[in-house]
């Protein structure tokens, strides 16, 4: 397991602007882009193609592209696990930050030289330039790190909608949650730090688990717990702390099922992963007497129905002004070059607590 | 199994008035009252007493019973299986319609010879007489019948907020259900025929299953499907019908989840029985990709929270308009005076179909 002390698991950033490309005159690049014709495995499906742009069109910029993270989905969108089928051939990658490096003739919201953040889906993030129209892009301070630009609108997103939209948290409230050392637990326990909010966070057990009780406890981390803890704790019991309102799942079956024995009468349970590939149980009497509410939530089709939502700058702009900071940290990432972007594919697909994210 | 032909399944009703009791003077009666002072089998605990009322005080009534009802939730009481437990010694039932015999001095609102029925939950309506604050009872036109004003206050109520309280259903719309057949389902059937949603309902498969489906098709069912007819039917693919917005569980394990694989994009199932006594099972996908909302229902619960509500009173004025039009039709039934009460205990805990409802 890619774990290493302090540092929770790696984030594997493809690099463009370390990739070949050259400025051929005004507008127009020739670069390099990760394309796959068909759905499969993506070291076999996905191939580097050499290709040239043509200047902006009247709303549209060209980035060159700084950092793109691989996420798991967008292995599963490759394998066509997912359910967003791109049209082929497709460039690969849904999120990252580049520098915009010329603009068309009716932008005048973006200029050269602008740090830019990819903010729709699909946008295929994998290239050294991407061409898209400017209403698909989110300028942000070049001080604002790279890492945490290129991760931005996917795992922190994510974590900032489930603790804002399913319960009305206050200060002092509880969020339980599981799989909490994954990029996206890792985001929920630093933002309930700064929103006040305490954190019960459970994780398998494991070789190294001092260090990761360490390592999340230094996010903010409430209470760390094994899945084994969980079942005969008595934080919630002794007054420690209070009953969660809200449970965040990305594990599912038994793990989820000792998750909602604890939470408060009204609250919810929201899914965003299945890891064990287990389906979520329920007991009657949890739904009836009660009352809990069990959901789920998916980034993309959120993001989709608000794409200029007022909501959605919003929460941009809290999360940003968060990471510059010092409150939100980007993931520990690795980057590569197109070069080795067969060895990141493999690794991402390979890595303990990662490949289980496919849930189909 | 207690099913006749065209009538479903048979509620017993206790029947106080046909039970001994006598007028003593103004506002004084001797009367009999079913009454159990620690938790057990039914037939064991519950005992039958004399007693003798004392004239109403300032705000109460005292209501000679005409007709009181036992529902599987009463047993699961006397049983001490449900989460609402008495003081003892405590009168059973929950509902049930009689008329205003007596009137405290304070009280304006109703006169003798009023007909009422109790809509508080725990009020112990298996007695001759009931003395009730005024608040706690709601006068119904005598033209209503005994029966649907008796069982007004839990089946259809129950039924009529799963349709109001969960998803905006429009005339054309469609509701998926099962255990349709149960009192709730057969309430379901009516008050959707009445609003113009088209039902899909679930039967178990039995021997006389064309005299039930024709049976509920007579209520205004739009289909009726056995388990094993939901696995393969193509009534959703092929235009029949619209993808349902909203399903309705009281049976559980893979029945639910059959039903679930048919609900629409961001609809919900709502649990308010667990027959099967198995829990519910939610793929994962369900609640990350097509934003299924799994919530429960315990009408106990919503009428607690909304006593004096206008909510409340909108929906005893629209089911009772519903039975006046015999839009809406009171079940089968079997009238027993208190002398014979452990027979219709027994029964009822033993009816198939019904004893599944004890969920715990």
């Given at each position: 397991?890619s774990?290493?002390?302090?540092?929770?698991?790696?984030?594997?950033?493809?690099?463009?602007?370390?990739?070949?490309?050259?400025?051929?005159m005004?507008g127009?690049?020739?670069?390099?882009?990760?394309?796959?014709?068909?759905?499969?495995?993506?070291?076999?499906?996905?191939?580097?193609?050499?290709?040239?742009?043509?200047?902006?069109?009247?709303?549209?910029l060209?980035?060159?592209?700084?950092?793109?993270?691989?996420?798991?989905?967008?292995?599963?969108?490759?394998?066509?696990?997912?359910?967003?089928?791109?049209?082929?051939?497709?460039v690969?990658?849904n999120?990252?930050?580049?520098?915009?490096?010329?603009?068309?003739?009716?932008?005048?919201?973006?200029?050269?030289?602008?740090?830019?953040?990819?903010?729709?889906?699909?946008?295929?993030?994998w290239?050294?330039?991407?061409?898209?129209d400017?209403?698909?892009?989110?300028?942000?301070?070049?001080e604002?790190?790279?890492?945490?630009?290129a991760?931005?609108?996917?795992?922190?997103?994510?974590?900032?909608?489930?603790?804002?939209?399913?319960?009305?948290?206050?200060?002092?409230?509880?969020?339980?949650?599981?799989?909490?050392?994954?990029?996206?637990?890792?985001?929920?326990?630093?933002?309930?730090?700064?929103?006040?909010?305490?954190?019960?966070?459970?994780?398998?057990?494991?070789?190294?688990?001092?260090?990761?009780?360490?390592?999340?406890?230094?996010?903010?981390?409430?209470?760390?717990?094994?899945?084994?803890?969980?079942?005969?704790?008595?934080?919630?019991?002794?007054?420690?702390?209070?009953?969660?309102?809200l449970?965040?799942?990305?594990?599912?079956?038994?793990?989820?099922?000792?998750?909602?024995?604890?939470?408060?009468?009204?609250?919810?349970?929201?899914?965003?992963?299945?890891m064990?590939?287990?389906?979520?149980?329920?007991?009657?009497?949890?739904?009836?007497?009660?009352?809990?509410?069990?959901r789920?939530?998916?980034?993309?089709?959120?993001?989709?129905?608000?794409?200029?939502?007022?909501?959605?700058?919003?929460?941009?702009?809290?999360?940003?002004?968060?990471?510059?900071?010092?409150?939100?940290?980007?993931?520990?990432?690795?980057?590569v070059d197109?070069?080795?972007?067969?060895?990141?594919?493999?690794?991402?697909?390979?890595?303990?607590?990662?490949?289980g994210?496919?849930?189909?």
């Amino acid at each position: 397991m890619s774990h290493s002390i302090g540092k929770g698991l790696f984030s594997y950033l493809l690099s463009p602007i370390l990739s070949k490309h050259i400025r051929l005159m005004s507008g127009v690049f020739r670069g390099q882009k990760l394309v796959y014709s068909e759905f499969g495995e993506p070291i076999k499906v996905v191939q580097k193609e050499e290709y040239k742009t043509e200047p902006p069109h009247n709303n549209d910029l060209i980035v060159k592209m700084i950092a793109a993270p691989i996420n798991p989905a967008d292995i599963n969108t490759i394998q066509g696990k997912y359910p967003v089928k791109p049209q082929f051939p497709a460039v690969a990658g849904n999120e990252g930050v580049g520098e915009v490096v010329s603009v068309g003739t009716s932008v005048d919201s973006f200029k050269v030289g602008d740090r830019v953040i990819a903010i729709k889906s699909g946008t295929g993030t994998w290239r050294t330039h991407l061409t898209i129209d400017k209403d698909y892009v989110l300028k942000v301070p070049k001080e604002l790190g790279v890492v945490e630009a290129a991760t931005l609108s996917v795992n922190p997103c994510t974590a900032y909608r489930m603790l804002k939209d399913f319960e009305n948290l206050k200060p002092g409230d509880t969020v339980i949650q599981n799989g909490a050392n994954s990029a996206c637990g890792q985001n929920v326990i630093q933002i309930c730090r700064s929103w006040g909010i305490r954190t019960v966070n459970i994780v398998r057990n494991r070789d190294n688990l001092e260090e990761l009780v360490l390592f999340l406890k230094g996010l903010g981390a409430t209470h760390v717990l094994t899945e084994e803890d969980l079942r005969t704790t008595k934080i919630f019991k002794n007054g420690d702390i209070k009953k969660p309102k809200l449970a965040l799942n990305c594990v599912g079956g038994q793990n989820a099922l000792e998750m909602l024995r604890h939470i408060e009468n009204n609250g919810s349970m929201v899914t965003y992963g299945g890891m064990s590939r287990e389906p979520v149980t329920v007991p009657t009497s949890a739904l009836i007497f009660k009352n809990l509410k069990i959901r789920g939530f998916w980034m993309t089709q959120w993001s989709k129905e608000n794409e200029r939502n007022k909501d959605r700058l919003e929460m941009f702009e809290e999360l940003i002004s968060m990471m510059m900071n010092s409150e939100l940290q980007g993931p520990a990432y690795k980057m590569v070059d197109f070069d080795n972007f067969k060895e990141a594919l493999l690794n991402t697909m390979t890595v303990k607590g990662m490949i289980g994210k496919n849930i189909f």
